[in-house]
């Protein structure tokens, strides 16, 4: 029997609510500029004030210096596995826009990027995020490929961000990204991780050539990257686990697939902006006990490397803190799905802040929100993200005595 399956057997029904905000990115490590993270920057006194009467610690996403994407981030926050259940970024964000699969898909996640056509490198892996409307009129001009009786279906999904289907019999995702992740290198095409996906290599390589084909013209967005390649999977749902009724409040469509993909009921948020997330959840506070509230923002600065947008992000999201106490929660759990510090301008393998506030156990917490001070004064110490829920049921009083 493995933990989730011993939760499971555990977990009860009860009245207590439990808010997960998942600061997307939340960690940081020293920038050699700013001489401090951006947690240590930004100025949170309300994530301080709770994180004083709360367990606090790091976690590992997936385990000690493993860089994680996005969704094994998320899933390890959720209790699964994130070993386990890999699931590509191609599944997540084509479930997030709310398109029905069939059996005989193949999805990716592309990358609208741009391509120095003399020197054959890339220049920018998200093309300067160009707007939805861009993306839109992008897709529309490489619709219509077929390559050895497959179809090829594009849809837009955010920004840079484009949703991939290969629909025919015999695809396999047992394929590398066909993107470099780096700029700075040219473009590269899928390889076969078993032999049984030879023939699936071969019709997404052909479909990236005449993408560039189509795109050479562009001046921003002259070349397309995909990676995540994944076809549908069979989680055990959320609710059956943790006999939770479960809401998530998310904008971005990754984030809203992959709990569809758990089972969790996706809500509609009222405005496109962290103020509307909220009102999302008071609006529906009475109709569930649990909720997992997303914010990208922190991510998205920490892509972009910029230190002074990820330290207005964190700010932001330390307003809205006094609203969420206010809906007086059982529990509260704040933690991110990876780091990304702006120093590396990506995702890395530093362990991420945590806070666990629960009405039921007050804790001696540090005096601050920051790394340094959660690995060193929190009562968890370095957790694993997977340890996270079962703390949030046995403080929701989710949870019961495990043998004689």
């Not at 009860?12 to 951006?38: F, R, Y």
């Not at 991510?299 to 990820?310: I, T, V, W």
Request: proline residues 6%; hydrophobic residues 35%; contains cysteine.
């Amino acid at each position: 029997m493995d933990r989730q399956e011993l939760i499971e057997q555990l977990a009860v029904p009860t009245e207590s609510k439990i808010v997960m905000i998942v600061m997307d990115g939340l960690g940081g490590a020293i920038h050699p500029q700013k001489n401090s993270t951006e947690l240590e920057a930004s100025v949170h006194p309300n994530l301080d004030a709770l994180a004083k009467i709360s367990a606090c610690g790091v976690q590992d996403p997936v385990g000690s210096g493993i860089t994680p994407g996005s969704g094994p981030g998320h899933l390890g926050l959720f209790g699964y596995d994130p070993i386990r259940y890999l699931i590509g970024r191609g599944l997540l964000d084509t479930v997030g826009i709310d398109v029905d699969l069939t059996p005989l898909d193949l999805t990716a996640r592309g990358n609208f990027a741009t391509l120095d056509l003399s020197k054959g490198l890339l220049t920018d892996r998200r093309a300067g995020r160009i707007s939805t409307d861009e993306n839109k009129r992008l897709c529309k001009k490489l619709s219509g490929i077929k390559i050895d009786g497959i179809e090829i279906i594009i849809h837009t999904v955010k920004e840079h961000r484009a949703s991939i289907i290969f629909r025919g019999d015999g695809l396999s995702d047992s394929l590398t990204d066909a993107d470099p992740q780096k700029e700075g290198l040219p473009p590269i095409p899928t390889h076969t991780v078993k032999p049984e996906a030879s023939r699936s290599a071969k019709i997404v390589n052909q479909f990236l050539e005449e993408c560039r084909v189509r795109l050479k013209d562009e001046a921003k967005a002259n070349c397309l990257l995909l990676r995540g390649f994944s076809k549908m999977v069979d989680l055990p749902p959320f609710s059956r686990i943790y006999k939770l009724n479960p809401a998530a409040i998310a904008i971005y469509p990754m984030y809203r697939g992959l709990s569809r993909l758990v089972g969790m009921n996706v809500l509609k948020v009222k405005e496109d902006n962290l103020a509307g997330e909220f009102e999302t959840l008071k609006e529906n506070w009475n109709q569930f006990d649990f909720f997992f509230l997303h914010f990208k923002a922190t991510d998205s600065a920490g892509e972009d490397g910029n230190f002074d947008k990820k330290v207005q992000a964190i700010e932001e999201m330390d307003r809205h803190i006094e609203k969420l106490r206010a809906l007086d929660p059982d529990v509260i759990v704040i933690s991110g799905d990876h780091s990304t510090p702006c120093a590396f301008s990506g995702h890395s393998w530093h362990p991420v802040p945590t806070l666990i506030y629960s009405k039921k156990a007050h804790y001696r917490g540090p005096e601050r929100f920051t790394e340094y001070q959660c690995a060193k004064d929190g009562f968890l110490g370095r957790i694993s993200s997977c340890e996270i829920m079962p703390l949030a049921m046995a403080n929701a009083g989710k949870l019961l005595k495990y043998g004689a």
